[in-house]
């Protein structure tokens, strides 16, 4: 079983960060290993508070994984401050993992700030560059991209833009763009491929960041080129949300292992 590894923030209602990638990785056929870089308090309405774990401890995490398993794949989801991006930047060059799919979260959904400002240049410049792939959805793609995107035409021209700080690929997630469908739009070697799903009209879209990029992450690490990897991840993340859980009071998660039901 191929060992996968997330490298993220708690969520302490389950259905995003950490938790949410163990899931998908899990339900993907990966084996998840987990290092966390914040701990969040949140559930499906808000995020309340946060706390970065020290730089000392993070990188503690990191090392011991890395010096006992064999970790094909990476995925980075929260690392709020510029010291965590440059901490795991520098541990990612150090041990070298055949994929690296980077999320750049910066925002909750009750627009809780997951990424200090300063933070953001950090991203752009040290670990960006060194992504598989990085997989934005539309708000930060606008702000990676500093153009706005209302179509999937846009979504093209962001992605391009972003490709430029180094990274191999760049993958625009349309789920916020108001289209019938759900378009992802996929840069890479300077060429574009689409991947395509019907519109799922719920509330329940906790996590679907978290998990697709995830799915993906796993997929690369079993082996899969980038395009079969992303359309593996898409049919998953797509029957997770159609699936979603309705719990909580506010956005459900997405259902990880719908197909045990």
């Known amino acids: 079983m191929k060992q996968i590894l997330t490298i993220a923030g708690s969520d302490s ?7 949410a990638d163990i899931k998908a990785i899990s339900a993907n056929g990966g084996y998840a290993l987990s290092a966390i870089t914040s701990v969040t308090a949140q559930n499906t309405v808000t995020v309340t508070d946060a706390y970065d774990l020290p730089i000392p401890l993070i990188e503690a995490q990191l090392d011991a994984v890395f010096s006992d398993l064999d970790i094909v794949s990476v995925k980075t989801g929260m690392l709020s401050s510029s010291s965590i991006v440059e901490l ?3 541990k ?4 070298k993992p055949a994929s690296i799919v980077v999320d750049p979260v910066m925002i909750s959904k009750s627009k809780y700030p997951l990424l200090k400002a300063e933070a953001i240049n950090s991203l752009m410049h040290a670990l960006i560059p060194l992504a598989t792939v990085i997989t934005p959805n539309i708000h ?5 991209s500093e153009q706005e995107i209302v179509s999937t035409d846009d979504a093209k021209l962001a992605a391009k833009s972003i ?14 763009l108001g289209d019938n469908r759900a378009i992802d739009v996929l840069y890479c070697e300077g060429g574009w491929s689409f991947f395509e799903a019907e519109r799922i009209y719920t509330k ?3 996590g679907t960041g978290c998990t697709y990029s995830a799915a993906i992450a796993t997929h690369l690490g079993q082996g899969k080129d980038l395009i079969t990897a992303i359309h593996k991840a898409k049919e998953y993340i797509t029957k997770a949300i159609e699936h979603a859980l309705n719990i909580g009071k506010g956005h459900g998660p997405t259902n990880h292992f719908y197909f045990l039901n």
Do not use: D, M, W
């Not at 209602?13 to 938790?19: D, F, L, M, V």
């Not at 990612?92 to 041990?95: D, I, K, R, S, V």
């Open 92 to 95: 990612l060059q150090e041990y």
């Open 163 to 176: 490709a430029k700080l180094g990274c191999h690929a760049v993958l625009v997630k349309g789920g916020h």
């Open 88 to 90: 795991v930047s520098r």
């Open 140 to 144: 930060e793609a606008e702000l990676l």
């Open 13 to 19: 209602g389950g259905g995003a960060g950490i938790q």
């Open 204 to 206: 329940n879209t906790h």
